[in-house]
């Protein structure tokens, strides 16, 4: 049995060393969870991962789909649950902004079925361009949500996430972080349960939020929340652990750093270990610290825990010291850590924290900036582009490996907002006069870049459209999309090209292929020729370098110069200097050839005879 089968199919107590991401997955399937629906995104991306594997291969799901976009999942896995099929939608935290419009009248119209909404969040922003704490979503939406601590606690939720939405009729909201997804831990499988779809009755007064039915279903959901409040009281996931008169209230993550310290510190507290967040549980946080000599509040990002017990304790005219974020003893931004939580808490307890050490231990971390991988197409395609245009022109990125063209050599990245903005940041920023170009990749080209071509064909904007096609969501994890002829379950579909929508709304395109520098810099030229008022668009297409074959690699010869021209236009790690020289890495290059091509000297050659251009564009039905 491989790992996917085991998750799929393993039975009731055995144990499997699991992501949380992976247990989470593991607790749909055991939910019976019938339609589940992502657009792939870190830290979440896992859970699409396997799930894709389970679903085409064992049936768990029964359905499973990569959406174009994050507001299009959520509409498909809660209609699923509104039809009856009990549904849950994932992303990572900026993937709910795109998804929540239909969020917030998900909470109106409520659901049928159980449906949950995994928001797996960044603190620290190891992939992600903000921190934002997605746990506002619930407070905005008036939605129940829960947060795991670990990877079993994360697999175990997600039944009780359902359970609540089913009792309530609400979808469920389910918090992660980073440090929970990408943790792995040892979790003991459950039994695997088997949903019956439940009736769907048509209700327009219920399913259909004109404005006369909002200010009803409004009312509905003040009292549906009401009673997730009573559910917050009673429920096991709000637990109290340990004894004393310092008492910690914590949730998530944060609860192990919390357990930790208190060990590491050698006290004695007692532990309010909140797993449902939202609505808190009043009664139960009153009685905890109404004895308490001190409190205090451990939780990532927002101090919002800490300003709703801040808010119980006067409301109910408890005289407690509470401590947190507001005393300046808990950061405001990134990842906790243990040593961030002892020194917090010492804080608090005015005992004596030990910085100097902490500093030490980040000395000994090297620094490594993110590269494009060896071999990327991206490099030389930006390599063709800044041989073509002005260095004056704007460059307007977007999120996905091409974003690294920030760094040196290419430094070609001056502005970015969020997924599929860089058109639009081209088309605000050519009203000033600038030659702007709007770079994005292909699988961000489908999820929010249609939108905005229409918008620049329709309003005449003069921009270029780089569309970096390497066949596949590479950043996250290699998740098929419309342009690859494939399903999220395997099934084979049409092939959709970001040409074919050019070639729809009648603008100037070009096709190329980025590793033959010489037709590609024409093809850009010529496009650039035919290019009249309105937008144009370009396409290089080729295949990832981790999911292409090596067909030959390289070498550099004693034609070497020592100019490294190689390195300064392309900055491929497989690139090295030595001695006065550039070398190649054999044990990383990918055998792309690009820098043969921009080498003044023909100092670097095949140390085969297989041709460059086998493939000179990529047939993504292969």
Not at 222 to 227: A, H, L, S, T, V
Not at 449 to 468: D, F, Q
Not at 521 to 535: F, H, N, Q, S
């Amino acid at each position: 049995m491989n790992l996917f089968e085991k998750i799929a199919c393993g039975g009731l107590g055995e144990k499997l060393l699991l992501l949380g991401n992976e247990a989470i997955a593991r607790g749909l399937i055991e939910a019976g969870v019938i339609v589940a629906t992502t657009y792939p995104g870190t830290p979440s991306s896992e859970i699409g991962n396997t799930l894709a594997v389970t679903s085409s291969k064992y049936g768990k799901p029964r359905y499973f789909e990569f959406s174009t976009n994050e507001k299009v999942a959520f509409e498909v896995a809660a209609s699923a649950a509104v039809a009856g099929l009990r549904s849950c939608v994932f992303m990572k935290h900026v993937g709910l902004n795109v998804a929540a419009d239909p969020l917030m009248s998900s909470a109106y119209i409520g659901t049928n079925a159980g449906f949950t909404v995994i928001t797996a969040d960044d603190p620290g922003c190891w992939s992600s361009q903000n921190e934002q704490d997605n746990r506002y979503y619930a407070y905005l939406a008036n939605l129940p949500m829960l947060e795991p601590s670990n990877s079993q606690e994360a697999k175990d939720m997600i039944r009780d996430a359902f359970i609540i939405s089913e009792k309530l009729e609400l979808p469920v909201i389910f918090r992660v972080t980073t440090r929970v997804s990408h943790t792995r831990g040892k979790v003991i499988l459950g039994k695997i349960e088997t949903q019956k779809p439940k009736k769907f009755v048509k209700n327009p007064g219920r399913y259909v939020p004109i404005p006369a039915v909002a200010r009803k279903r409004r009312l509905v959901l003040i009292d549906k929340i009401n009673k997730a409040r009573e559910i917050s009281e009673q429920t096991n996931l709000n637990r109290v652990e340990g004894s004393g008169d310092i008492g910690i209230i914590t949730s998530g993550v944060s609860y192990n750093y919390a357990m930790e310290a208190i060990a590491k510190i050698n006290i004695e507290a007692s532990i309010l270990k909140l797993g449902m967040t939202y609505p808190l549980p009043e009664n139960k946080i009153k009685n905890f610290i109404k004895d308490k000599k001190q409190v205090i509040i451990i939780e990532e990002l927002e101090p919002l825990i800490e300003n709703t017990i801040r808010s119980i304790a006067q409301r109910n005219n408890v005289k407690v010291k509470i401590n947190g974020k507001h005393d300046n003893f808990f950061p405001l931004s990134g990842e906790f850590s243990t040593d961030i939580v002892v020194d917090g808490i010492k804080k608090a307890l005015n005992m004596e924290t030990n910085k100097q050490m902490k500093i030490k231990q980040a000395e000994k971390t090297p620094f490594r900036p993110p590269i494009f991988c060896p071999g990327c197409p991206h490099m030389a395609s930006y390599h063709i582009v800044k041989r073509v245009l002005s260095p004056r022109t704007i460059w307007a990125s977007d999120i996905g490996c091409y974003t690294l063209a920030i760094n040196k050599p290419f430094q070609m990245a001056d502005i970015l907002y969020c997924m599929g903005s860089s058109i639009g940041a081209a088309m605000g920023m050519s009203k000033a006069d600038k030659v702007a170009v709007a770079f994005i990749g292909d699988s961000t080209f489908f999820h929010s870049g249609l939108p905005e071509l229409v918008n620049a064909v329709y309003n005449k904007h003069n921009v270029l459209v780089v569309v970096l096609d390497n066949g596949t969501t590479a950043m996250t994890g290699h998740q098929p999309h419309p342009g690859t002829g494939r399903t999220g379950m395997g099934e084979k579909t049409k092939v959709i090209l970001p040409e074919m929508f050019a070639e729809a709304l009648g603008i100037p395109y070009e096709v190329t292929d980025p590793y033959n520098i010489a037709l590609s810099v024409k093809a850009l030229r010529r496009l650039l020729k035919r290019k009249g008022e309105g937008p144009a668009l370009i396409v290089f297409r080729r295949s990832c370098a981790l999911i292409r074959p090596v067909e030959q690699v390289y070498i550099i010869n004693d034609k070497c110069t020592g100019c490294f021209a190689c390195i300064n236009s392309l900055g491929c790690p497989a690139l090295r200097k030595r001695n006065g020289n550039a070398i190649i890495l054999s044990n990383l290059c990918r055998g792309c050839g690009v820098c043969s091509q921009v080498c003044p000297f023909e100092a670097i050659e095949s140390v085969n005879d297989l041709e460059t251009e086998k493939k000179n564009f990529l047939n993504f039905t292969q």
